[in-house]
């Protein structure tokens, strides 16, 4: 099966790390900006980097954006370009197209147009660290569907020395532990005595939670709200 082809138009920060980050996981990536400075300092941390304008079907057309799997559209402020790119990506056939919004408006424009997902890195990034800073046992939140989330959190104390079942995690809050993360001492060749992380995959109802460990759960945000409170 061939790798999917990602696009990347716009190589600001965002752009450009997500560019990165994909051709380190080995798969080809276009990168694309009108600005041959941002170009060329990508160029060699992707697949093909190429300077174009954005609004330009026939420039992203020669540049090879229909043969992209995914594109992402990282413009930026520009929201016109940001609108213009996103509407020539899918007219030219491109399955699945991401925008970076900067605004509630931005994104309503995009998704209209065909956007097939919106993102807010700022705003995600912000959501972030208001949690980490209110809600210090939170080590990852991650948006799992429309209506169940993903959460790692420090087991809170009401569960330690408990089993899954008997901290009534499922049967009051309605969310499932699907991992449960642990430290375990070891010694290792040199004779010491070394840390290493133990992770216990769908665990059973009569798996213990410990002080430390850490829960890999998946509920309804509501529910999971209730379970930062602990």
Known sequence: MAKKQFGVIGLGTFGSNVAKEL?????????????????????????????ADATDDNALKTAGISDCDTVIISIGQDVETSILATLIAKDLGVKNVIVKCVSQWHSKIAVKIGADKVVYPELEMAKKLAESMVSPNILEQI????????????????FWGKTIKTSGVRNKYGINIIAVKRQIPFVNDDGQTDIKEDTNVAPGPDDEILENDVL?????QEELEKLKKL
Request: glycine residues 2%.
């Open 23 to 51: 051709f380190k996981r080995d798969f080809p990536v276009l990168a694309i900006d009108h600005n041959e400075e941002l170009v060329n300092k990508i160029s060699p941390f992707v697949t093909q980097a190429i300077a």
């Open 143 to 158: 948006e799992f569907s429309k209506d169940y989330n993903l959460l790692e959190i420090v087991a809170p104390e009401d």
């Open 216 to 220: 890999v759960v998946v509920g309804k």
